[in-house]
T-cell receptor
Framework: KQEVTQIPAALSVPEGENLVLNCSFT??????LQWFRQDPGKGLTSLLL?????REQTSGRLNASLDKSSGRSTLYIAASQPGDSATYLC???????????FGSGTQLTVLP | AAGVIQSPRHLIKEKRETATLKCYPI?????VYWYQQGPGQDPQFLIS???????DKGSIPDRFSAQQFSDYHSELNMSSLELGDSALYFC????????????FGPGTRLTVT
């Protein structure tokens, strides 16, 4: 059974800093991995999707990497802004199962 | 661009009542997924449908049932509601292509009193 872990659970940084969020998964036979953003009490906004054959994906100030062999993914946020404050969730889709298995998220606070 | 639509957005029910949540996937998406996110929890997969047939089943209680209709919309029926069923319920849909990216709806917040 796939298990997804995110470290740290919470992170507080000053505005302008570059930061890295970590995600690890136990079953490397994943099909893809998605990173989401969730504001308090709100829905899930998809940020990036990385297919198992890819090493990284970029969107604006966000860059996500995937290393299947080590069971790790990272989300790099450049030049952080207070508006980036939210919970960031990673979710892995297994090779045979269609559903996503979510990590518990990293709650990011960017201080002005 | 069209997104996943969920209704209602908020629902308040009493214990032992029933609730029906609806999900309208993005056009031409044939797969629908239901997830439950309790307070302070990560989303947990409940059930999914592909081409109107149940495809995978997660931690869905026996009190819950779901189906996908001919127009691909889906309904999650919840009976004998318990306080612990209070959560945010997400529906997601995906296209019949290899990427299988899931697009999430805004969620239905169910409060059981």
């Amino acid at each position: 059974k796939q298990e997804v872990t995110q470290i740290p659970a919470a992170l507080s940084v000053p505005e302008g800093e570059n930061l890295v969020l970590n995600c690890s998964f136990t079953d490397s036979a994943i099909y893809n991995l998605q990173w989401f953003r969730q504001d308090p009490g709100k829905g899930l906004t998809s940020l990036l999707l990385i297919q198992s054959s890819q090493r990284e994906q970029t969107s604006g100030r966000l860059n996500a990497s995937l290393d299947k062999s080590s069971g790790r993914s990272t989300l790099y946020i450049a030049a952080s802004q207070p508006g980036d404050s939210a919970t960031y969730l990673c979710a892995a889709r297994g090779g045979s199962a269609r559903q996503l298995t979510f990590g518990s998220g990293t709650q990011l606070t960017v201080l002005p | 661009a069209a997104g996943v639509i969920q209704s209602p957005r908020h629902l308040i029910k009493e214990k032992r009542e029933t609730a029906t949540l609806k999900c309208y996937p993005i056009p031409r998406h044939d797969t629908v997924y239901w997830y439950q996110q309790g307070p302070g929890q990560d989303p947990q997969f409940l059930i999914s449908f592909y081409e109107k047939m149940q495809s995978d089943k997660g931690s869905i209680p026996d009190r819950f049932s779901a189906q996908q209709f001919s127009d691909y919309h889906s309904e999650l029926n919840m009976s004998s509601l318990e306080l612990g069923d209070s959560a945010l319920y997400f529906c997601a849909s995906s296209r019949p292509v290899r990427s299988y990216e899931q697009y999430f709806g805004p969620g239905t917040r169910l409060t059981v009193t």
